[in-house]
DNA sequence: GATAGTGTCTACAAGAATGTAGATAGCAAA
DNA sequence: TTTGCTATCTACATTCTTGTAGACACTATC
C-alpha cells in the first residue's frame, strides 16, 4: 500500500482541472459534470478538486469560460488563414474542421441551451468582415474594369455580413446535426455526403460575395 | 386539511405527464429533468408519476418521441403551408416561427448533444423536394420560353435538396443562436435583426433554386 | 349498497453528489 | 535539520433523487 502522493503547484492543478472539466463539459454538458469525475481524471480526490475549483458551479463557469477562449482562438485562426485570401471552399472547410475539432459547436450548443451563451466573450468579427469586403471590393473591381456605377456601400456591408453570419450558422449546425439533416434528405451518409454539400454551398457563397 | 385527490383514466394521466415532461425537456434538459418536478407539474406525487410512466429513463425516452413527433407535425405543416406555391421569404420565416413556437430547434439540439438524435422518427423529406423541384421547373420553363437546353435531372435535384438542407440547417441555427450572432456581426439586435437577415437568406434562396 | 379494480397517497430505503473538518505529507526556505 | 506553508488525503455530514411497499380512496359494475 504505497500512497504516492503528487503535489502540483496551484497553477499547475488549476490548469489541470480546468482542462479536464472543459472535456466533460464538452461531452457530457454543464447538468452532467460530476466533480468526482473530473478528480478521477486529474488523479485527486474530490474535495482537493474543490479546494483548488472553489464549489461545483464555480468550476463550471471558469470551465465554459476556458473552453470558449481555447476553441475560440483555434478556430479563429484556422478561418483567418483561410479566409484571407484563397477561396471560399478551403474556408468553409477549414472552418468546419476547426469547429469539429474543438467541438465548438457543442461548446456553444450547450451555452446556448442552458442560457449561458450571452454572458461569454464573444469572438472578433470585425477582421473577418474587414477581410471580406476587401476581397469582395477587389474582385468586383477586377471584373467589371471600372464600367458599373459605384457600389452602395452600406447595403454592400450588410450583405458580406450577412453572409459570414449565413457560413457561422451553416458551419455551426452542420457540425452539430449536419449528418443526420443530410442523410434525411437523401443527400448520402458519411464525410462525403458532407464534402458534396459543403462545396455546393461554398460556391453559393461565392456567387453571393462576388457579385 | 381537505385533500382532495383527483382521479385520472391511466390514458389521461399518462398524457398529462408526457406532456409535462416535454416541457420540462425542452426547458432544462434530459440531465435536469426530476421526475417530482414533472409530478408537481400535473398535480400528484412522484410515486403516482412513476406507477405510470415506469421510471425516470422510460420516461425521458418517452417524452423525446411524443416531443419530437408533436413539433414534426406543427412544423411541416407550416413548412407545407408556406412552402407549396408562394414566395420562398414566406416559407422561410413560417418555418422559423414554426421551429421556434414548438422549440424544435432546441429540442434537436439536445438530441444531438446527448446522442439520442439518430434513434429519433425522421421528418418526411420527400413531399418537399418534389414540390420544390417542381416550383424550379415550373419557374424555368416560365423563364426560358423553351429555348434553353435540356435540364440535367440530377445535378438539379441535389441542387435543390442541398437547397432545403441549408434553410433547414439556417433555421435551426438561426433559432438556437441566431440572436447572439447577429449581434456580434454587426447586424443590430432584436426581431428587426433576425428580421433583415431572413430576407436576404430568403433572397439568396430564391436566386438558388429559381436558375 | 356491496365489491373489485386501480389510481393515488404516505413512509421509507438506498444511493449519489456536494461540501466540510481535521489530519497528513510533500516542498521550500531558514 | 528544522520549520512553515499548503496541497492532499480520509472520514463524515447533508441534501437530493430515484425507487419500493403498503395503505387508502375514487369509480364502475353487479
Not at 481555447?70 to 474556408?91: I, P, S, V
Not at 468586383?140 to 449565413?166: F, K
Request: glycine share 6%; proline share 4%; aromatic share 6%.
Amino acid at each position: 500500500m504505497t500512497k504516492t502522493r503528487r503535489r502540483r503547484t496551484k497553477e499547475e492543478a488549476r490548469a489541470e482541472i480546468l482542462s479536464a472539466a472543459a472535456k466533460r463539459l464538452l461531452d457530457a454538458g454543464p447538468d452532467a459534470l460530476r466533480i468526482a469525475d473530473v478528480a478521477a481524471d486529474v488523479g485527486m480526490t474530490h474535495p482537493t478538486l474543490l479546494h483548488h475549483a472553489g464549489s461545483r458551479d464555480q468550476l463550471v463557469q471558469d470551465a465554459t469560460v476556458y473552453l470558449m477562449q481555447r476553441t475560440a482562438a483555434r478556430t479563429l485562426e484556422a478561418m483567418q488563414r483561410a479566409g484571407d485570401e484563397r477561396d471560399l471552399d478551403a474556408f468553409v472547410r477549414e472552418s468546419l474542421e476547426a469547429f469539429r475539432d474543438e467541438g465548438r459547436s457543442r461548446a456553444i450548443a450547450w451555452l446556448a441551451l442552458t442560457g449561458r451563451l450571452a454572458g461569454t466573450p464573444k469572438p472578433p468579427w470585425t477582421p473577418f468582415v474587414a477581410a471580406a469586403q476587401a476581397a469582395r471590393e477587389r474582385r468586383r473591381a477586377r471584373g467589371s474594369g471600372g464600367s458599373q456605377p459605384a457600389p452602395q456601400r452600406e447595403d454592400d456591408d450588410v450583405s458580406t455580413r450577412s453572409a459570414l453570419v449565413l457560413a457561422f450558422l451553416a458551419v455551426f449546425a452542420l457540425d452539430l446535426i449536419g449528418d443526420t439533416v443530410l442523410a434525411d434528405a437523401g443527400l448520402g451518409e458519411g464525410p462525403a455526403a458532407t464534402d458534396r454539400f459543403v462545396r455546393w454551398f461554398a460556391r453559393l457563397l461565392q456567387r453571393t460575395l462576388t457579385e
